[in-house]
């Protein structure tokens, strides 16, 4: 019911203020065409004169026209250069933008969301396979026996970018500091067969096999066990 009042308020003053304008803009050119009218009639009565006068109103009619499209063109390219220095992320939701009113039901509402989002985040650590995910707001305790992953992060993209690296750009970055560059593309299989007799390169490779082409979310644990053994295999290149 309020906001029904308040929809009808905003339109009745909305329809009140067009009307306004468009009445006060009437007597405006009512009063600013008397001149005109009067230069016309007069010319009439003066027929030696005609032509000369017939003239003058019609440069007076197009130099008043123009000026005004120029004051016209002049506003609206002074509008638009304020409304471009408004960033394009924001938002009017604020007091002065909308209203007191307005800007306290956004906020509320905001806050709402804000605390039910807090409530539907998990209280602890959460590890199932294909996702590994850690709340920041655990203890120092908890953190220290934790090994460090971004959030949410997707054990697949990790090691699928070790096979693309190799067969798009015909590199492996070792470290930060450390890219090894590859005349030809090979597969990671190829580029250690030199190894192939060091078991743990074997079993590296065994695991990422299974890892890369089963088809099978991926643990935490093998996903730890393949860091563990790719820091292996970087130490031998």
């Not at 807090?118 to 934790?146: M, T, V």
């Not at 590296?204 to 299974?210: E, G, I």
Request: positive net charge.
């Amino acid at each position: 019911m309020i906001r029904s009042l308040k929809k009808t308020t905003h339109n009745g003053l909305l329809w009140l203020y067009t009307s306004s304008f468009v009445i006060l803009m009437m007597i405006i050119l009512a009063m600013n065409s008397v001149i005109p009218i009067d230069v016309i009639v007069l010319s009439k009565t003066n027929n030696s004169h005609l032509a000369t006068n017939t003239v003058i109103i019609l440069v007076i009619c197009i130099v008043f026209l123009f000026f005004s499209s120029l004051l016209h063109m002049f506003r609206l390219f002074y509008d638009k250069m304020l409304l471009q220095e408004i960033p394009k992320p924001y938002i009017p939701i604020t007091e002065n933008d909308i209203g007191f009113n307005s800007s306290s039901s956004i906020e509320l509402e905001m806050r709402k969301c804000k605390k039910i989002l807090d409530l539907a985040k998990p209280n602890g650590i959460i590890s199932h396979p294909g996702l590994y995910y850690h709340n920041n707001q655990q203890s120092e305790f908890d953190n220290k026996n934790l090994q460090e992953f971004p959030n949410n992060l997707i054990y697949e993209n990790v090691i699928k970018v070790i096979g693309q690296e190799l067969k798009y750009n015909g590199t492996l970055t070792i470290s930060n500091n450390r890219i090894l560059r590859l005349d030809n593309h090979y597969s990671l299989r190829e580029l250690l067969h030199v190894y192939r007799n060091d078991e743990k390169v074997e079993n590296f490779l065994n695991l990422y096999d299974k890892l890369r082409f089963s088809g099978k979310p991926i643990t935490c644990n093998e996903f730890k066990e393949f860091l563990h053994q790719w820091n292996y295999v970087k130490s031998k290149l």
